[in-house]
């Protein structure tokens, strides 16, 4: 089977990508385009936002063509070369709950010559094929052949999902605050 690293890491450090503000389908800009990961499937690049959304980002034409507003602190985000596996923490209200999304992004295809970014919902037309709970404070997503990895930063666990079915199994009791995983064969 899989076999999963776990690397702890006491305070995650990243650096940001920030592109030009961008003009959205509904006449407003958004200004602060912070970007916490990216991942690339053909000449797609999806970008979490720290603070809000996904972006998709046309590489051959270097413009964003979507913009997902409605997953409100995606952090980690990985792909099986067909789905995309983000990590988030959504609120309602005063409620935090955290989730693990299935996107399919056939439907999110590159729009050529293409000047503002449409909105889309994520449950728009099966843009989101699964939604998983997950532990406390999702971080980071690693994907093997059989199984999907969530490091739960507030939890110290990761989460197994299974990809056959999206099922969640156990979680796996790690140290404190795991955050960076890596999956290799065994």
């Given at each position: 089977?899989?076999?999963?690293?776990?690397?702890?890491?006491?305070?995650?450090?990243?650096?940001?990508?920030?592109?030009?503000?961008?003009?959205?389908?509904?006449?407003?800009?958004?200004?602060?385009?912070?970007i916490r990961e990216v991942v690339i499937?053909?000449?797609?690049?999806?970008?979490?936002?720290?603070?809000?959304?996904?972006?998709?980002?046309?590489?051959?034409?270097?413009?964003?063509?979507?913009?997902?507003?409605?997953?409100?602190?995606?952090?980690?985000?990985?792909?099986?070369?067909?789905?995309?596996?983000?990590?988030?923490?959504?609120?309602?209200?005063?409620?935090?709950?955290?989730?693990?999304?299935?996107?399919?992004?056939?439907?999110?295809?590159?729009?050529?010559?293409?000047?503002?970014?449409?909105?889309?919902?994520?449950?728009?037309?099966?843009?989101?094929?699964?939604?998983i709970e997950a532990g406390t404070d999702?971080?980071?997503?690693?994907?093997?052949?059989?199984?999907?990895?969530?490091?739960?930063?507030?939890?110290?666990?990761?989460?197994?999902?299974?990809?056959?079915?999206?099922?969640?199994?156990?979680?796996?009791?790690?140290?404190?605050?795991?955050?960076?995983?890596?999956?290799?064969?065994?």
């Amino acid at each position: 089977g899989d076999q999963l690293d776990y690397y702890p890491i006491a305070s995650p450090s990243r650096s940001s990508i920030t592109l030009a503000p961008l003009n959205l389908s509904d006449g407003t800009a958004v200004t602060d385009v912070d970007i916490r990961e990216v991942v690339i499937i053909g000449r797609q690049a999806f970008a979490t936002r720290p603070r809000d959304g996904l972006l998709v980002i046309d590489l051959d034409e270097n413009n964003v063509d979507y913009y997902i507003s409605d997953i409100f602190s995606p952090r980690g985000i990985a792909s099986d070369g067909v789905n995309l596996f983000v990590a988030s923490v959504d609120t309602s209200a005063t409620t935090l709950t955290n989730h693990l999304y299935v996107i399919n992004p056939a439907s999110l295809t590159a729009v050529a010559g293409n000047t503002t970014a449409a909105l889309v919902d994520k449950d728009d037309s099966g843009l989101v094929t699964a939604d998983i709970e997950a532990g406390t404070d999702p971080q980071e997503v690693a994907v093997s052949t059989n199984y999907i990895f969530v490091s739960n930063m507030g939890a110290d666990t990761v989460s197994v999902v299974n990809r056959a079915d999206y099922s969640k199994g156990s979680d796996i009791t790690v140290g404190d605050e795991p955050f960076g995983m890596n999956v290799y064969p065994a």
